[in-house]
């Protein structure tokens, strides 16, 4: 960290200040020049709060070189950080797939979109029992029925399962799921995620509609501080200004967060545009550009789905996207 | 809600299409052209989910006439909502003042604080006991005994207290606190809205940092359909390109928002643009458009606070910023 | 500005960066800790591309303490400058307001409202020949003879005139015109900018709708830089995710800007929004917080306007707003 | 387009209204219900002012069903359009790849570069002339001189040569250039568009930083209306709040642009992120999912480049990205 002083600052404030920060293990170089002096501070910063000081009346500018997360960062930790489910495993160099129905409606919806999904390549089955939904009129989902049945699929399929929580209280219902999802509006929900950084399953956190990647390596530091380091980020669309689409796909955060962090980064094309047609072009340029894997919603009767139907894509339509998922995987980016 | 078929649609689907819509108790009103059909949709289409009907393959565009609220909507309830908590009434024309530190650190600061806001005018205490920071090395407040402090201010001072819940099971923990804070970054925690919608205080529910003027009703609305009617909204700055202040203060939102709902529309100037100096012009500013209420940061000693202290004034600088914002409300929008 | 090295940096590239600094005539003071080494560099360095820097091996990163822009800087100017144009003056602690139609559209339509403004307290009068419209199918404009109108409006009613100018090949018609606009889209036209600041008239610099604080100062740099001196910023609004609302106002860019710059501050509310029913509360909260001078749209038949209509308001109301606008500034902020 | 009037609404002012739209060759068909009366509008549309319509006092709502650009429209040019230069045909399911310096900057570094992407089966050379930059005290490009070189060096390897154009009054200079480009912040300088749309060559249209596609398209609109039809588009990356990355690619716009419109689309990597690692995932994913072109900064020696260094790849990096275009293009999106 730089703290770049004001010209001629207080000499009691300045020793307040340096005196505040040795007190936390770090080492101060100072450099004087004529216009402003700089301070580098050594050591481990995590910890400190640049607003702290950068409201004193002494302070110019802050500059945080170190990043402000440690368990998350690929610098303390080099290697890809691999999470095996099943027959998948995120950052691996593989894309494997995670698909499934939006919400869980009934068992023969689900059983039919499981199977049909399991023979087309998908590794995981998603279903979503608990829906955050924009409107309180809206269908929530069928709750712990919806968990159930999703354990059947998973008994008949042989897929693992994956599925959104969305408070803590209900995570005895979770047991016998695999992947735990955060959704993109609880992504900042910080009590859920140091509870969740006790679960013992993988967590599948998905990036906020208005959050930078490092706020989302903030909230992986939070899943991590609490004990679980399997987290699997995914991006799916940021808000802008843009109409035509839903939100904005952010491609170029695999790349980036790629390089900041060792854990898996998948993409979630379905969400982000919520435009069906966008489904296949999306996820075949996501795995181009090394996406550690795929989450995509299809449906039997999208015309149909209780929601999200317009984003959903049929399971024909879904087997045409694994096979070119797979071809692209195959000469895709490898950083 | 009008509905916009493609030309020379299939007439089963329509047919399928017209009784599941009239299955709902909607009228249907059939505009026949040679270019496109348009169907006025007559009743109550709240519970239509738009998105459903333009999956289908014979629709070409919907759009909703009627908003997807009811219980918040100016339409239905033309009267302002007025809540009184204490000397201060909400929606009243009034421009009642919430003071207080950003983080309860200790009984001598909340005291401190507590009673200079109120000889400065300020109608309520506020004091964050439960801290959301993006880091999970940050402060992340005095929990219990952050409460505890609080309705000891209260006592003394005979200020009402206002503060932030993140998780319902603390909720016992706020039987005393007058104002239920729901944060921006809770505005869409779902779970939250709907368990809170029980309390019997009334709730200040801050704008999430990228969601619409829509989505904060609608997020009201799943607090009034709980039960709990008493929601005052607040505007707190929204996530956009511009670096120089933290957030873009939105003050269009309030006679926008005024003209949408009949509940008061409060205004946050500490978070929005997180620098002090910008705190005075911009309560003044927001008093002048017809704010029914503003909830500033003071602190004894900003440059020391654990939390946002670059965004705190000094309780001199409050007492000013009071005394401009009741001129500036004497003379202010009344819509 | 501070360059941070990294880690033991190459010496021979070290030598390379230092060398070429210092040819620039700018000092060097270097601070060596254990994890980085800083390069603190005194002297002017507004010509020095902070992207050069950072795109060497040994660098970190790199911190721009000055600001990139010179003549627009407080920091060397410390007084207001104010901008006299007839009987208003920008930057003097008053709140001119300039009045008058989106589009000049005929003799009768532009006399009527120049009358009515001028009765109502504006100071001038605004009006479009030439207008920036996103279709090609939409109206253009009067262009040399909107012109004409409106200096046959400035003899009639004596008030001084603001157009806008989208080619620098049509200046010879802006003779007569007091103020020449330069439009959101054309705000980083930097072949436009470079032209106008040869022009004797002041230029009213509008903020495009994705550039911040810093890029606007750099436009008028460059305005500046030309040799014009006289610039009076004016914001109208930025791009958001928010659609209830055409653009967001951005009022706090008022007091920012007036923090980083000795030029004059004006807002328009009417495009801001694009609703005429937010005019009068926006313009309120304008003046409150210190805006330097407000341009608005009025429109004697504003369901008839050529373009723009939903945004004007009629001359009743204006007379309305500025009067309101007297009251505002009258107890409004001063910084 | 379709008209929703409020109830009961005014007769006078609606005959008023129907007459106005008939006489513009449009017919109407009325839809009478309880709530509300829905007009829809048939025929050409196109030139009918929604806002203007919207500011009535007897309308609640329009929606435009039709697009408001037509020459652009995919609707009434099914097949795509083909954009033949030197050996590269843009729109024809071929990737072929613009590449060389963001400025040209002297005959030996741009004959260099030529030379090298020529090799590695770059199909026509870029380099700025006239250089749009933020700060009036950056390099501003060689101008006529930047110019010349281009021809130089397109006699020397037979590419043909990409210049951006910032003002029309240097058009004469452009006779040599194959494709003239408009930049990100000159799409809505609308004079520019109609005065280029009288250029012989192709233009590669840049999209705006807060320009949505169907800005982007009614700007190639101009273009085309003043009769030139050979408009290339380019997503170039948007404005949002992300900090990680300069601006951020939108790559969904290439499948969702080339459903609206027949026009070729093509994607700028290096502007976008402004980062050079980046360059090679983002490329590779562009051509995943169809794009008809890539326009990539390549420099000899980017950390001494002039301009725009940080996202500048070498030549031997350029040679990696092309080789790994070519396959992804061969097994890319078709639409």
Redesign the interface.
Same mark, same amino acid.
Request: charged share 20%; proline share 6%; net charge negative.
């Given at each position: 960290m730089?703290v770049?002083l004001k010209k001629n600052p207080d000499p009691k404030q300045l020793r307040h200040l340096t005196s505040w920060i040795e007190s936390m293990g770090i080492?101060i170089? %100072?450099?004087?020049?004529? %216009? =402003?002096?700089?301070m580098?501070l050594?050591g481990d910063t995590?910890?400190i709060?640049t607003?702290?000081i950068?409201? !004193?009346?002494i302070v110019?500018?802050v500059?945080r070189?170190q990043e402000?997360?440690k368990d998350a960062n690929r610098k303390f930790h080099a290697e890809n950080t691999v999470i095996k489910v099943g027959e998948a495993a995120f950052g691996s160099g593989e894309c494997p797939i995670i698909a499934g129905p939006c919400s869980v409606e009934s068992e023969e919806q689900l059983m039919s979109i499981a199977r049909s999904v399991k023979a087309a390549g998908a590794k995981l089955l998603r279903g979503g029992a608990?829906k955050?939904?924009?409107?309180?009129?809206?269908?929530q989902g069928l709750a712990g029925d919806g968990i159930r049945l999703l354990s059947l699929a998973k008994k008949e399929t042989g897929l693992p399962i994956v599925s959104e929580i969305?408070? &803590?209280?209900k995570i005895d219902m979770f047991e016998d799921v695999d992947i735990i999802q955060i959704g993109a509006? +609880?992504m =900042? +929900?910080?009590?859920?995620l /140091?509870e969740i950084g006790k679960a013992k399953q993988p967590i599948l956190l998905k990036r906020? !509609?208005?959050n930078?990647? =490092?706020?989302l390596l %903030?909230s992986a530091?939070?899943i991590m501080?609490?004990g679980n380091k399997n987290v699997i980020l995914c991006e799916r669309g &940021?808000?802008?200004?843009?109409?035509?689409?839903r939100n904005?796909?952010? !491609?170029?955060a &695999?790349?980036?967060l790629k390089?900041?962090t060792h854990l898996p980064v998948i993409v979630d094309p379905s969400h982000?545009?919520? &435009?069906a047609?966008?489904v296949?072009?999306?996820s075949?340029?996501?795995?181009? @550009?090394?996406a550690d894997g795929l989450i995509i919603e299809v449906h039997n009767d999208? /015309?149909?789905?209780l @929601?999200?139907?317009?984003q959903s894509i049929t399971p024909e339509e879904f087997s045409d996207v694994a096979e +070119?998922v797979r071809? %692209?995987n195959e000469?895709?980016?490898r950083?």
């Open positions: 730089v770049v080492k170089h %100072m450099s004087e020049g004529s %216009m =402003q002096t700089v580098g050594v995590t910890r709060d607003d702290l950068e409201a !004193l009346d110019e500018a500059k070189i402000p997360y608990f955050p939904r924009t409107s309180p009129y809206a269908f969305m408070d &803590i209280s509006r +609880n =900042q +929900n910080f009590e859920l /140091k906020g !509609l208005a930078t990647l =490092q706020e %903030m530091e939070y501080a609490s &940021i808000r802008t200004f843009e109409t035509a689409t904005t796909l952010d !491609l170029s &695999i790349p980036m390089s900041m982000a545009s919520g &435009i047609a966008l296949k072009p999306m075949m340029a996501a795995a181009a @550009c090394g999208p /015309k149909h789905a @929601c999200d139907g317009p +070119n071809r %692209m000469i895709g980016y950083g």
